[in-house]
């Protein structure tokens, strides 16, 4: 169990560039999440996958956000057309399938800084 | 619509004294609890969990919470804290009619003091 991996684990761009995520859940997870995190907030949900199926989605997905999981695997978040707003870290998370109740592997997140 | 309440936002306690960290939850029937605790640039690390069955669940590092449902509470325990606890502490909500995301607080920022 080598625990959910996030590439990069900084990114600082510009407002208006696009950036992409990575995460590489536990490999027998069969479920994928991402939250939202800012300064002095809890995690806050974004999407989940149940392997390639994105079965989610919430309000804060706004159409600059797209997340694509396409083998079961491996899953991308990308910001198009990125705004001040959207600085925060990103955090991946993975689950077992099956029953609700399976608590939630974290990775150590992306940081996303907005110039 | 499920919450989760943390009153505290900041804690701080001398080492070697007990701990106890508020979590309050608002879910129409039982939930699925969970405390994570999350250091400095880091992703969060599950503590312990409820589902069911006995109410005192323990966890790793030496921390303990109790379900108490008529108080709609599950609160963190440590006897003893060690300079390392230092951090910020996470309480979660889970149900299985929540699309199987988690609601988290807005979490409880722990220092402790030589």
Redesign the interface.
């Known amino acids: 169990d080598t625990g959910v991996s996030q590439d990069p684990r900084h990114k600082i761009t510009k407002r208006g560039q696009n950036v992409t995520f990575r995460c590489d859940p536990i490999s027998e997870h069969n479920r994928l999440y991402w939250y939202r995190q800012t300064l002095g907030q809890g995690p806050e949900f974004l999407t989940y996958f149940q392997n390639e199926a994105q079965l989610e989605k919430s309000r804060l997905l706004s159409d600059r956000f797209s997340a694509e999981r396409p083998k079961g695997s491996f899953s991308t978040l990308e910001i198009q057309r990125t705004e001040q707003g959207d600085s925060a870290m990103y955090l991946c998370a993975s689950s077992l399938t099956g029953v609700s109740n399976q608590p939630q592997h974290f990775g150590d997140g992306t940081r996303l800084s907005i110039l | 619509a499920q919450s ?1 309440t943390q009153p505290d936002i900041h804690i701080t306690v001398s080492e070697g004294a007990s701990l106890e960290l508020r979590c309050n939850y608002s879910y129409g029937a039982t939930p ?1 609890l ?1 405390w ?1 605790v999350q250091s400095p ?6 503590l312990l ?1 409820y ?1 069911s069955g006995d109410t005192l669940v323990q966890g790793i590092k030496g921390f303990e919470a109790e379900f108490k449902r008529s108080q709609s509470s599950f609160n963190l325990r440590k006897p003893s804290v060690h300079w390392s606890d230092a951090a910020e502490y ?1 309480c ?1 909500v ?3 009619n ?10 409880t920022s722990l220092t402790v003091i030589p």
């Open positions: 989760v699925y969970f994570y640039g880091q992703g969060l690390q599950l969990k589902f996470f979660a889970g149900a299985s929540t699309g199987n995301q988690f609601y988290f607080g807005t979490g």
